[in-house]
């Protein structure tokens, strides 16, 4: 079972010594760490476990003003390791950190009471009482970094932590959130993050969000081991050729493509720390990105942040919300929420039945995939949401959802047939967005198909007040005989051509139906006589002028009875079979 460990505690009480008594490895890997002896960033490394385990160890500082770098390293651990200094105890970055973890739903994990072999036994045991009172669930276990004392109970009480705690969902699509980035000679770039579910192979494709750039990954590491493919709740190193530094940030994602929502919005339930006032500027930290963003409250329990930058979230995420300090978190209801506020669909949201997380997400279509995503839900849980919404072709979306767009379809068809009787219908892109969803949309719709467009049952195109009109040209075409005769009345044209009253040229020109059966009548005669006709022949066939010749034989082109070589014509050959 993989699993991340974060680090927590105050400043300067051993985090990093303690790291690496457990690891053999120095996690302070920047100049100004070791010239200063405090962490700056965040530090990695594999913490072997008795059994033969191997957990994903993140170090992370304990200064105050490094606060906001503690929530992106501990927004992808699975339980913690909190740090406090024997002689001093519980201090302030102590209890921010604890409360962080608490928001953050990491509630399993081990207490190290480190410098044990600094104080007096008296001392140690007042602090190892002060650390249970402080985390009554935790195991509590005295380490010295420097003497190694304790150092095996602590491997154990981490086994044990880690065996009670549940394993990220390999079930759902990849998702990764970049802690780290930097570039290898003849490699390029590496990303690093825990794999917060799915998987990663070698020469998978994914999306770097929220840029939404197509990647491909070349090589995977774990533990600076190099492996076929990374399961979630790994520490995972990804290659990315291609990709320039400078195009990837602590922050990014890597996610699959088309599985999760980018969005500028989160409807969250709140857990406040102190009173969050509507309308409150704080920074929003979810997975390793801190984003500015205005609280808009829904009722005494929920809000929606919205957010000066995109982020890539799910259902059921956590998030950390800081001003000067961290006043409090929230659960992600909804990672990608309408711009309108509703206490009714907030409070289906925060229900625990499959059912009402889906009629509160789906209202125009959705994909099933990305509803997965979307809402976390899997198997037997998603299999019993869609019972509550319409599913056609892979495409989710709610009753009230296709009602209302019959509703404005027949609408929007009613005025076209009464605008335009002689053409009562529209393309299927006049009435639905252009979609992936539209066509399987379009069956449950009270409309028919008509050729290229879409009609109101039992509607037929009729002349109306044009009849008049359409007398009048037709009257004009039959003295015009061969010639063809300009029409100005486009629509009138394509009526009466789709009744088979005459037949439309180029440049708005057209002859009677009759009159072109007439021409075509010649040509098929020439070229069975000659084997060929040029417009010079035709024109003085059909006693017209040369446009006109001209306009007859470009149509009989279109409509696949001649083909033109050069300045001559001959019949096709389905013309040639047909005669």
């Known amino acids: 079972m993989a699993l991340t460990v974060g680090t927590a505690g105050h400043v300067d009480h051993g985090k990093t010594t303690l790291v690496r008594a457990l690891t053999g490895k120095d996690t302070d890997r920047l100049p100004e760490e070791r010239a200063r002896g405090i962490s700056i960033d965040l530090g990695y490394a594999p913490l072997a476990l008795p059994d033969g385990r191997t957990l994903s160890l993140v170090d992370v500082p304990g200064h105050e003003r490094f606060v906001r770098t503690m929530v992106a390293g501990a927004t992808g651990i699975d339980l913690f390791l909190l740090v406090v200094d024997a002689a ?3 201090r302030p970055q102590t209890h921010e950190h604890l409360e962080i973890l608490r928001l953050l739903g990491v509630d399993r994990g081990v207490v190290a009471v480190t410098k044990a072999d600094a104080v007096d036994s008296e001392t140690l045991e007042l602090a190892l009482e002060e650390a249970q009172e402080l985390v009554p669930e935790a195991q509590v276990v005295a380490v010295s970094g420097i003497t190694g004392v304790g150092l095996d109970e602590l491997r154990t009480a981490l086994g044990s932590a880690a065996s009670g705690t549940t394993q990220r969902s390999a079930g759902f699509p990849t998702r990764l959130y970049v802690d780290r980035v930097f570039t290898l000679q003849g490699i390029g770039t590496i990303v690093t993050g825990t794999l917060w579910s799915g998987a990663i192979a070698e020469g998978a494709r994914l999306r770097l969000e929220p840029a939404g750039r197509d990647v491909r990954v070349r090589s995977v590491q774990v533990h600076d081991t190099a492996v076929p493919r990374a399961e979630a709740g790994q520490r995972v190193a990804v290659s990315l050729p291609g990709v320039e530094l400078q195009d990837v940030r602590r922050g990014d994602a890597l996610v699959a493509a088309a599985s999760f929502p980018r969005s500028y919005r989160l409807e969250v339930a709140l857990e406040e720390l102190e009173p969050i006032p509507n309308g409150a500027r704080l920074s929003v930290h979810h997975g390793t990105s801190r984003i500015p963003a205005r609280v808009v409250r829904v009722g005494d329990r929920h809000a929606q942040l919205r957010l000066a930058g995109p982020v890539v979230a799910a259902r059921g995420d956590r998030v950390v919300l800081r001003g000067e300090t961290t006043v409090g978190g929230g659960v992600v209801l909804d990672p990608a929420p309408p711009r309108r506020v509703d206490a009714e669909r907030d409070r289906l949201l925060g ?49 009230t959802w296709l009602e209302e767009t019959a509703a404005e379809v027949e609408g929007r068809l009613r005025a076209r047939a009464e605008r335009s009787p002689l053409d009562p219908g529209l393309v299927l892109a006049e009435l639905l967005p252009a979609e992936p969803w539209a066509a399987a949309v379009l069956d449950l719709l009270p409309v028919e198909r008509r050729g290229a467009k879409v009609v109101l049952p039992g509607t037929a195109a009729s ?117």
Do not use: N
């Open 88 to 90: 001093e105890g519980a």
């Open 351 to 399: 229900e625990a039945d499959p059912a009402s997380i889906v009629r509160a997400l789906v209202h125009a279509p959705v994909s099933v995939e990305q509803l997965a995503a979307r809402a976390l839900l899997g198997g037997a849980e998603l299999e019993e949401g869609l019972d509550a919404v319409r599913v056609v072709d892979g495409w989710a979306f709610s009753d």
């Open 463 to 579: 002349l109306g007040a044009r009849s008049d009109a359409a007398e009048a040209l037709e009257r004009a075409l039959a003295a015009g005989g061969l010639a063809a005769t300009k029409v100005d009345d486009a629509e009138l044209a394509r009526f009466l051509e789709s009744d088979g009253r005459l037949v439309r040229l180029g440049d708005g020109f057209a002859v009677g139906a009759g009159a072109y059966e007439v021409a075509r009548d010649l040509v098929v005669t020439e070229c069975g006589a000659d084997g060929e006709v040029t417009l010079a022949r035709f024109r003085d066939l059909a006693g017209v002028g040369r446009r006109d010749a001209q306009l007859l034989l470009e149509r009989m082109d279109v409509d696949g009875l001649t083909r033109r070589i050069g300045d001559r014509r001959v019949l096709r050959r389905s013309a040639r079979d047909a005669r």
